[in-house]
């Protein structure tokens, strides 16, 4: 399993979920689990009785919190011994056996200092406890898929929830009980209690929950109508929803989890509008692709970059063409942001540890998905996904799985087309060469040369040429390193313009990306600078570049002139920017907007090209307030902030790009 914590609460929310369910020979174990739980102190108690067959061990981890009271094995007390980190019972024979362990301790109390591995630790607390299968609160064989029954007993002013079907549950003296049962194979429960107030809603046998904490109760039908129509919306197009239910959970963590059959949202973040949008739609898709489906992730991880793809882009493009293609410009002003050093292979994504790796697992592969739309047809697509899905549904499955049921829908091999994308790092450049206009008898000649300098990348090129009677679209295929394309018109061209809408994954001329925040804060080669004297701005400003950088922040005491060579993030006071920006051979960008600010971020390049990123605050109040939101528009060119809140932002403009052509 590996699940993407979100560090900070306003953090974009997403799950890279599930275990890969190991395969194990035999049938999967069945589980009978009783859970004991006292509020408040995170006291627990589980009783798990696992029947199993075909092995003569059983090698298990538990979490460190907890402690083996007991253990027998066909109803004999049994010992275990501790090996490599783990646990070893030995069992009689290969044939049938039950064990029955009773299991005791205390969940650790949440503390700030989890961060990041918030989502992989069980952690409690007075509003909730929170047991991931990740932490091995049961015995764990190395996520391996179980069956299992589990009865949950808790006090009668919380609720608990787990990643299976609710099966019952009662009030009765003063207790809370619940039941959940997974009757096929799958991931180990994960269990959430908290003093929740439940709200439901039933939809055609879908069991729909929100379990919110009390002030986010009048959220719940709104949250509860978004769901149901993200189900629909996906039942339709791959195939039914493969849970009984659906529950939304507010979480006292600072995350956005994705598991089986429900989404563990931070209770700060639930209120946002973005969260009910494409976060929702994201994890809601997550039950198909990452849990219904699950990741064979020794071959890659293909499950967040087709969520992002039918999930955050699907809705863009409901928007509108041009809202999808500002999200493809995006993806590649990200890539082109990327230092060569930090590229790599799509199949060597497991899970975002940081937004390096976000720029190739969900961006390039939700871009790569696109392209392979334009290459097989929207109806092949559609019908590749709902092979997919009947074929490894429950299953675990890889990037040549999908690549199998593309290519039988599409009815031709698409080996080609994953191995230029997936196998390789990088992507194509293009750019135009040698081009001719000329006068023929039935009217215009235009030749033109496309030169890919890096070989072997196979695509389809969009044209959009534009002479004096209208519009033409054309494609073009473009295979070789140099590819020579011809057009006769009877109207007189005017202008010609490759990739016009920005279809094909390809590396930006510098002409193309204007820098962004990412151009310096992934980049591993970059310097933080400190340009102002006082020791509590200092302070504040090491914090901020921390946290801005997705690399480790190096501070460097430069002198600030026209021949830095390397990307530098300065973080001075506005009084002395000026002087500063001066030694730099800058000026404050003309395409600033006149807003009033307090702090602002903003990038430009030095005359030799080197990216920088200029931080400026009026005083140590107005930059402290940026520590939280700065960090969240690393696709920006400038923000400009008024006591932490964003004021205005934007991207500066750039020319037509470099796959451009005008003709007088
Ligand atoms: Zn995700």
Redesign the pocket.
């Known amino acids: 399993m590996n699940r993407?914590v979100a560090g900070v609460i306003l953090a974009l929310?997403?799950?890279?979920?599930t275990s890969l369910f190991a395969q194990i020979p035999t049938a999967p174990p069945w589980h009978d689990i009783e859970v004991t739980l006292t509020s408040g102190n995170g006291e627990i108690r589980v009783s798990d009785r696992i029947t199993l067959d075909g092995r003569e061990r059983f090698r298990f981890g538990l979490a460190h919190w907890l402690e083996i009271e007991a253990l027998s094995v066909d109803g004999v007390g049994a010992s275990v011994t501790r090996q490599d980190g783990g646990y070893l019972v030995e069992l009689p024979d290969s044939g049938r056996h039950q064990l029955d362990f009773k299991l005791r301790g205390t969940v650790p109390p949440r503390d700030a200092g989890q961060g990041r591995d918030a989502g992989m630790l069980a952690s409690s607390g007075d509003d909730g406890v929170y047991l991931p299968a990740y932490d091995a609160w049961i015995p764990d064989e190395g996520g391996a898929s179980i069956r299992y029954r589990l009865k949950v007993g808790i006090a009668a002013t919380r609720r608990a929830v787990a990643t299976a079907k609710l099966i019952d549950e009662k009030v009765d003296g003063g207790r809370y009980q619940a039941s959940f049962e997974q009757s096929h194979a799958g991931e180990a429960p994960s269990l959430f209690t908290g003093p929740y107030q439940v709200r439901e809603r039933l939809v055609d046998g879908l069991r729909l929950r929100t379990y919110f904490h009390a002030e986010l109760a009048e959220l719940s039908d709104i949250y509860l109508d978004a769901a149901n129509a993200y189900i629909q919306r996906y039942r339709r197009q791959i195939g039914d929803y493969p849970y009984a239910d659906f529950h939304v959970i507010s979480a006292p963590l600072p995350v956005g989890l994705?598991f089986p059959n429900l989404t563990y949202v931070g209770r700060r973040v639930i209120p946002l509008p973005f969260m009910r949008g494409r976060s929702l739609a994201?994890?809601v898709?997550?039950n198909w692709w990452?849990n219904g489906v699950a990741v064979d992730y020794a071959s890659g991880n293909w499950?967040?970059g087709l969520?992002?793809f039918m999930?955050d882009y699907a809705l863009e493009r409901d928007k509108s063409a041009a809202a999808a293609r500002s999200m493809r410009i995006k993806w590649l002003r990200d890539y082109a942001a990327l230092p060569p050093g930090r590229d790599l292979p799509v199949r060597a994504f497991r899970s975002?540890r940081h937004q390096a790796s976000q720029v190739i697992g969900?961006d390039k592969v939700a871009f790569i998905f696109h392209m392979l739309t334009r290459e097989i047809g929207r109806p092949a697509f559609d019908a590749g996904l709902r092979r997919f899905w009947n074929w490894h549904k429950y299953r675990g499955a890889g990037w040549r799985d999908l690549q199998a049921a593309f290519e039988a829908a599409a009815g031709r091999d698409l080996g080609w087309f994953f191995r230029q994308w997936l196998d390789r790092p990088g992507a194509p450049r293009i750019s135009i060469g040698a081009h001719s206009l000329t006068r023929v008898d039935e009217g215009f000649r235009l030749d033109v040369e496309i030169i890919q300098p890096i070989a072997g990348y196979r695509f389809g090129l969009p044209v959009l040429l534009t002479t004096d009677d209208g519009f033409e679209r054309h494609e073009i295929r473009v295979s070789e390193t140099l590819t020579r394309v011809e057009w006769i018109t009877s109207a007189r061209p005017r202008s010609i313009h490759f990739d016009p809408d920005n279809d094909v994954f390809r590396l930006l001329r510098k002409s193309e990306t204007p820098p962004i925040l990412r151009d310096i804060t992934l980049d591993p080669a970059a310097t933080a600078m400190i340009g102002a004297g006082n020791e509590e701005f200092a302070g504040v400003a090491r914090a901020l570049a921390a946290g801005l950088m997705d690399v480790e922040a190096r501070f460097a005491e430069l002198a600030l002139d026209r021949t830095i060579e390397r990307p530098l993030l300065l973080i001075t006071t506005t009084d002395r920017l000026h002087q500063q920006l001066a030694q730099l051979g800058l000026q404050q960008p003309a395409g600033l907007p006149a807003a009033e600010y307090s702090a602002a971020a903003w990038t430009a390049r030095l005359a030799n090209g080197v990216p920088i990123l200029v931080v400026s605050a009026d005083n140590v109040a107005e930059l402290r307030a940026l520590l939280r939101p700065l960090p969240h528009y690393g696709g920006q060119s400038y923000v400009l902030f008024e006591t932490g809140r964003a004021r205005d932002r934007g991207i500066w403009p750039v020319k037509r790009g470099a796959l451009f052509l005008e003709f007088d």
Do not use: D, K, P, Q
């Open positions: 993407t929310l997403c799950s890279a979920s994705g994201h994890e898709l997550h990452g499950a967040e969520t992002t999930a975002r969900y």
